[in-house]
């Protein structure tokens, strides 16, 4: 039955987190965490865990708080709007991955906080296709494996406890012979280099240079990790599409504010039509990229095929907030791209998170595989 | 709680309506009644009202089947995928308005199919607002009221049993001094003119010269009735953009088949990227113009205020059939703006319903409103 | 030396040509062509001859005026404003190739008025590639040659005196191979079938079933039609390019005068802020339009490499016409769509424009291909 | 006469610029006087100077090249494909004003490139109306004038040796009463702080705390210096869309040039169909940006009216520059927001002029009034 409302209870917990947020993540709070090598606040990241934001979606069985994808999505919304850098959806995303592969017992520790796991999936094709994971997985003869390549791309990938990487433990350029493994941050042979960019959000390029791992570093299958890779990357990307939707009311939200403030000659700026106009397409945007991102997570939270909507997803989300971010700007002047003034997060992160995780074409080419096309 | 999906009986419902409007409402049905003046089937309107359609979201105690009008939102999608001209939408929008004013008399006519209802709101100035309201009705001697003036592009307006019209009551521009009364098609003093138009949508101009109607042709409360009309005109809306999404799902739908049929030099169209890609944007926003409009139908029949969420569902729907159609004809090259292949019906039928019902600009506007612009 | 204006005799002639226009094809006029099997005004077409059009870009010693290519471009804008089907592109396109092709004697019945001469190279793939071309043209034994095949879409194809049309002399798929032979309309064998299209230009579907031709037939070398055709279709699109302007520039002045009339509460339409914008976003894109076709007719009368140019100026003024129609009917509101009122004309000719003549994904191709990739 | 290529002296006086740009101006300079307070390379300008780019739009009697704006037009157009951080546009804006003015004693020194002036036109309301005009110009017992007031977003306003200020020496809000004077930009009681951007661009606050003015300082007519101002703003604006369409025209370069040398599985990304098209569709913008801006460069120079040429240009070149940009990041994925990479100077600079010098939608604004709205 069509439901487009929260629970109270979700209600609850988005009015909670976005006080905490709002008290906790000042933009001064995010301008240090840009500045700083890590790429993300670790107290904060403790106080996350122990509002049971990292339990939410685990089940009871694992520690977890029983809730639903959905509860994620609509803390990441809540991300979205702080601009908040966090390994969150990443590290829920990669966690739901453990658990379906029976690795319950690093679960406690995801939702204790201790432990930061994220996908290490991109290589030099970004494309999310088969033929682009060649980083070589070569089984050792102590029943191990020895790793050796590049991922890049890798969001919180110089900062993680632990990266879940994709490789091929066979050859050829086909979905079978993929598989997934765990290894540690620091583990032996594995260099790992933060790379600057114009979004502020903290990327790595991992070289694994004969990195050892543990026979039961295995996730899922031996050969069959794709579909295994495939889910993990659209829970993070349903989740990214709610964060981007986020950011999108936020941009809208901020805007709003200023023109209804702002003054010209006695009359406030929200009183002329043209303004008018610029926010309530501003509204449609987010309304868009909101319906979207839930579609998606609750797509993929029921189970059902989801490439098609996970991907319309993330094209509505850059989409709208890159257009929203366009419109802010405009509708602020010269004082939007200011550094000091706040909307600059979120026109970098818009731009940065329309190319992360596959570019518009990409996701245009799964949709139209989903097509039949 | 999130819930993107249609309950089993309501997929049972759309299966069984799409295979008789594909058996029933061949593209030759309606390019007949294109060219007829009534604007619609009798033959099939009653077949429609045998299936329960009309009944569907009137409730039990009304002759009803007491379904929501999401389920009539779900017909309204396959009426947009069949591109068929009947007042389903308008009958159902003024009959529930009839129903919220204790007229239940009149359902069991409506359910059974016998009376067509339709609003009659839009004057000179299109806008849906309360200034634009101007059609005098005056209280009689006698007890019932004199009606003066012209309504202009009413859907169904000249074939209509009964116009459910707005009117001034009272002198002044404000909303309150609004009434709405039920005027029969055939009353005397009532012009009825059907307008020629590019759309192949039936639309009337009304010319009221002192007709009268009884005192219990009130709908609603005496000057009070700009709430009652904008309640009706949101139901109508909102089905208007399901109506818009169900026919941008086909275009999109029958543009896929194309260009897995076409072959060039032995190569499927369907092959080329570019097809590809416009093909994926255009499910992009099929799916966008879906979800606005389920949010919209939605919104409506919980009851909440929904002049946001339907002008967003109007404003989206319109721009997603233009862009589909656009695209479409892209792809079909010149046969698509032939007279005998069928995609020329729904592109007339966007550009119509982008205007109909408020412009894009006028929903903008009401979406400003009610962001406190 | 860059220079934008046309000269004083330029502007008298464009003067003149839209006072001619403006009394001589009123729109009455327009609505009894398309309503007519021969799809232009054979009366019309005469006085246009008088007034040296059809003269402008010949050479005097061909009988012509002396003008340039960029006056016949001059006089398709003031074509496009008037929405006036007539073949003058493809005769001056045609034309200026059999000039070329020293096939002299036919100018002069050109320039009188006398011979209509339009180019037909569209088959079942449209899109303008060697490897759509063919339609079979074998050698007779009496030295002439025999034509078998299809031709689509071809404008005033049913009506023309003279067909310039291209075919295969030479097997396979490359530029090589292709020649180009003039064909009289009523040739034996021919068949013409006028196609019915929502856009109101006529067009025709030609079947050629062994239709007999004289050796002199051939313009330009045996197997070398290629670029001929090319050079042909590149002035016909700058052209094209060029009516598409006009029209889009006539669009905005009709709207621009609409909302200066309209008074709404005492306030005129043309008063709101949004309206405002509206109009001039349409004034931008006219500008636009205007620009590249002129840029397209200069490098094509240049004698430059204009693929680039040409295919760029299409793609602006199929972009052009279509959102400043599209802008305009929400700027009419539901009076823009009426069959009585003049906006018809242009929206239904900016469809069919946008896909006649090579499809805006199409002329992408073009330019990728001019930017070596 | 209609023509749109530049004359051989002009295409080598671009090739000259374009290597001692590429030769003089690296993108490791550009960084630097990003990260420096200046905001411009003052070896560099004397460079220029010495090239004679000063000279250029002067006549020969001011000691200048007798060249004229469409050659400063063609150099702003390489300053923009080399992301150049200088104030060129704005002396040769503010030098041409001088001159009209008959201040000829200072265009020696501008030419010699000892001498950077700069418009400070911009204050609370960034809109270029009179309304807007408010900086108190109050005629001293001197006979010289006292600055009291404020200018913001004054581009490279803390550098330039003389400010050509824009203030009220008569009340109200009319173009009648403001005045130019030119303030050293050491005058006491005048404070310059630059201000942080996202663009890269010198921007400025000036504070003007009773800043002292000689009698001379005066430039055009007392109470009569808007249609001066107008005239010079539409000078820099018309060479800002220059500079712009010159961005756009290397985003377009350095992309394709990026698509071809890229490749994955043994295929250039050129050769992808949706590559193409997105390229194709860049080069459309870079076009169209580039004739829009020849437009108003020509105009300006023809000194016809010339406000509709110049925002339509700016309007232009904002669009295309913006689409451009996002097209290339798209088609670059990750490594287009690397900080290392030189895309990331034009998406910076893309966003800072689209607001700059007035927004789209001011300029839609003057278009408008340009239309007679």
Redesign the interface.
Known sequence: ???????PA?EMLRESARGFLAKEAPKSLVRRIEAEHLGYSEPLWHQMAGLGWLALPFPESAGGADGTL?DAGLLAEELGRAALPSPYIHTVAAGLTLLDAGKTGLIEDIISGALIVVPAF?E???RPIP?AVNLAIVPASSGGFTLSGLK??VEYGHAAHLLLCSGRTDGG?SERGISLLLVPGDAAGLERRA?????GDP?AELAFNGVAAQADALVGELDGGWSVAGKTLNRMLALRAAEMAGGTRHVLEMT?NY??MRV??GRAL????????????M??MA??AE??A??A???VE?GLPSD??VS?AK??AAQAY?AAT?NA??L???I?????YDL?FY??RA??E???LG???DH??R??I????
């Open positions: 039955m069509i439901d487009l409302g929260f629970s979700q959905i991109t030099a094709d970004p033929q890049r791309f350029d790379l600057a960019t114009t979004g990327l709003v023109v209804k010209q000659f929200a009183s002329f039509q043209a303004v008018q106009h610029l926010c309530a397409d509204a449609t309304d868009g319906l979207a839930r579609q997570v609750w797509t029921q098609h909507e319309v094209v509505f890159r366009v700007v405009q602020h002047g010269g939007g791209y200011m550094q000091e600059q026109y970098r731009r940065a329309e190319v992360l570019t518009s074409a245009l080419e949709v139209a989903a097509l039949g096309l």
